[in-house]
């Protein structure tokens, strides 16, 4: 079987181009950006031309991290363009492959991709937006860990849906454990997409909602979070904080959706 190669496009351009477009030099979410420098930057010697990842530059795109962190600064959809191996590129290194831009290569959604990638599991899990309204303005409840896990950064109540468990559920369970709060139900969910976590090496198909708590809430609490997970016993320091600024403040990729509250 021919080996592949692989071109991410957002909006009909590369992927870097579209980071560059989407993500200025002085947004603040270029402060997560993982090292890329183990890549060689040699496409200005060849113009006109277009780059592929190699299966192994695939392979170390992911695990850097650089993938999910570019999926989540671009704000169109991805899509994959993947090709055989041509026998004459432009240039070939272990990581990446340059050749001319009229290559033949099958178009296919980021979504496909993932679902249709063996080598790595899919995994759903869901991401609890809590709202409370202080005034005329919104809330979300956010959560620090203890000062020993303090690299984990400012999040949300995520977590794994179970075997056999409905998604609405799920969401409402992770909440519960995670912040202690009882007494919440869910507004609306808001979105739906797959992910790369080079972390955990694997898809997570993430399922994001909005929730509110049906009582009178405090404004700060700790809690020891219940249930099964690896997180369990752990200490969630939680507090609310203004929605306008959680898609930079939030860890990881977690406030890829604050554009859809409402």
Same mark, same amino acid.
């Given at each position: ?19 560059? %477009? ?32 190699? =299966?192994?530059?695939?392979? #170390? ?5 650089? !993938? ?9 959809? @991805? ?8 026998? %004459? ?5 272990? &990581? !990446? ?13 980021? %979504? ?8 790595? $599991? ?8 809590? @709202? #409370? ?9 956010? &959560? =620090? ?9 400012? !999040? ?6 179970? $075997? ?18 009882? #007494?919440?139900?869910?507004? #609306? ?22 929730? =509110? ?22 200490? &969630?320091? &939680? ?10 403040? @939030? ?12």
């Amino acid at each position: 079987m021919s080996e592949k190669i692989y071109r991410f496009v957002c909006d009909g351009i590369g992927i870097y181009e579209a980071v560059d %477009n989407h993500c200025p030099r002085d947004d603040r979410r270029r402060e997560g950006k993982p090292d890329g420098s183990w890549l060689p930057k040699i496409g200005t010697e060849y113009p006109g031309a277009i780059s592929f990842w190699t =299966e192994r530059g695939l392979d #170390k795109y992911f695990s850097s991290g650089l !993938q999910e962190w570019h999926r989540f600064v671009v704000r169109e959809p @991805l899509e994959v363009l993947v090709s055989d191996l041509p026998t %004459n590129p432009l240039y070939q290194d272990k &990581f !990446q492959i340059i050749c001319e831009s009229n290559i033949e290569a099958k178009k296919i959604s980021w %979504n496909d991709f993932a679902i249709e990638n063996s080598k790595y $599991p899919l995994v759903d899990k869901v991401l609890a937006y809590i @709202l #409370k309204s202080k005034g005329n303005k919104k809330e979300i409840l956010v &959560f =620090e860990h203890d000062k020993k896990w303090s690299e984990a950064g400012l !999040q949300v109540p995520a977590g794994s849906v179970d $075997p056999g468990e409905e998604i609405e559920r799920a969401v409402l369970r992770e909440a519960q454990e995670e912040s202690g709060l009882e #007494k919440v139900r869910v507004i #609306k969910k808001i979105d739906e997409y797959i992910m790369y976590r080079n972390t955990h090496e694997q898809f997570n198909r993430r399922h994001v909602f909005l929730l =509110e708590p049906t009582t009178e809430v405090q404004e700060s609490w700790s809690h020891s979070v219940q249930g099964d997970g690896i997180d369990k016993g752990m200490n &969630f320091h &939680f507090s609310w904080m203004p929605t306008s600024g959680i898609e930079t403040s @939030l860890a990881g990729s977690m406030g890829y959706s604050a554009r859809r509250i409402k």
